[in-house]
């Protein structure tokens, strides 16, 4: 499983952290496949009005990439770009599980500001940790 | 084996006992770990996110970093004056033969009692009046990033406070403050406690 590209959304569709780790990639295009995967979300959670699972899974898939979805309780989003085409369901519930976590340690920083970008460097140097730790070469 | 005293007030059966520097710090380790199981403790993450908050406001409100280290240090004086009588019903710790030991009992059971961590006493002075109490984790900061506007702050000073305040109720007077803190980059936790003079006449506690 190769992570590309990991981001996270605010309640208000507000993008508050986008990282790619693809340097081939412009990163334009992957805010563009962010930006997409919200409304896939949407359509998602409608599907699932009533009990509503918070991992919703494969989103849809692109033609180098795989984007995986995940809401938060509080509705913010996480969203993965996966570079490999037999990246394992498992694998990436795992990784966004501990991507969850690093999120909310960053929220409990008492300098965070609610609902804007977030800026933690000590948060950045820990995504870039967990996307090395969970890339494995094909 | 020592007979308790009712001077101290402390019930002959007490399982707690006058200290004397030939009790090593082993023994206050193993104090202050029986007395942390035994008090009542509330969630870690209601303290952390209380303080975070308490913090972020006192920069909101003040907007000069080093007033908010000086109002943090008031507040823990505050804290401490109230405190150190509940820290000697709590242990029974009677009174310490000299400044090393208050050194080692603040360390391994002043801190392990409300803190859950113990620090190590190091860093002596030639004169034996200061030393230094270092901490391998602070439980207060624990989600804390300091962004770059506040890197003069002292995130924790509120506990150079407690210390001051507690150490002028029994008598002692001194200089607390941060020297390294982990939340700044620095590699460890560093508080240095230096020793100004033995107080005699009882002064009532400022509240200002």
Not at chain 1, 8 to 18: D, M, P, V, Y
Not at chain 1, 22 to 43: C, G, K, P, T
Not at chain 1, 89 to 118: Q, S, W
Not at chain 2, 48 to 68: C, P, R
Request: proline share 3%.
């Amino acid at each position: 499983m190769i992570i590309a590209c990991v981001a996270i959304i605010g309640r208000a569709n507000n993008l508050l952290f986008i990282r790619s780790f693809n340097s081939q990639v412009d990163q334009l295009r992957f805010h563009f496949i962010v930006h997409s995967a919200l409304d896939i979300i949407e359509d998602k959670l409608q599907e699932q009005s009533g009990s509503a699972l918070n991992y919703l899974g494969l989103l849809y898939p692109t033609e180098d990439f795989k984007v995986y979805g995940f809401r938060t309780n509080t509705n913010a989003k996480i969203v993965v770009v996966v570079d490999d085409l037999e990246t394992k369901d498992t694998d990436v519930r795992a990784f966004i599980e501990r991507m969850h976590g690093l999120f909310v340690k960053a929220v409990c920083n008492p300098f965070y500001t609610m609902n804007e970008e977030i800026t933690s460097n000590k948060f950045e140097v820990d995504v870039a940790k967990l996307v090395a730790q969970s890339s494995t070469s094909a | 084996k020592t007979t308790n005293t009712s001077r101290d007030g402390r019930p002959p059966s007490s399982p707690l006992f006058a200290f004397n520097m030939a009790n090593p710090v082993a023994v206050l380790k193993r104090n202050g770990e029986t007395i942390f199981a035994k008090v009542e403790k509330i969630n870690a993450e209601l303290l952390i996110l209380t303080y975070g908050s308490l913090v972020a406001q006192l920069i909101k409100d003040y907007e000069d970093i080093s007033a908010v280290n000086q109002q943090l240090d008031t507040m823990g004086y505050n804290i401490g004056v109230r405190l150190i009588d509940e820290f000697i019903s709590r242990s029974g710790q009677g009174r310490c033969g000299n400044f090393k030991e208050t050194a080692e009992v603040i360390a391994k059971v002043g801190f392990k009692m409300f803190l859950g961590v113990t620090a190590n006493v190091a860093n002596w002075s030639p004169d034996d009046k200061e030393f230094s109490l270092i901490f391998d984790e602070n439980p207060l900061a624990e989600f804390v990033d300091l962004p770059p506007s506040c890197n003069a702050l002292f995130y924790s000073n509120i506990l150079c406070g407690v210390l001051r305040g507690a150490l002028e109720m029994v008598q002692i007077r001194c200089d607390v403050k941060f020297i390294k803190d982990v939340v700044r980059g620095d590699e460890i936790t560093e508080i240095r406690v230096i020793f100004r003079e033995y107080l005699h006449e009882a002064a009532p506690p400022s509240d200002e």
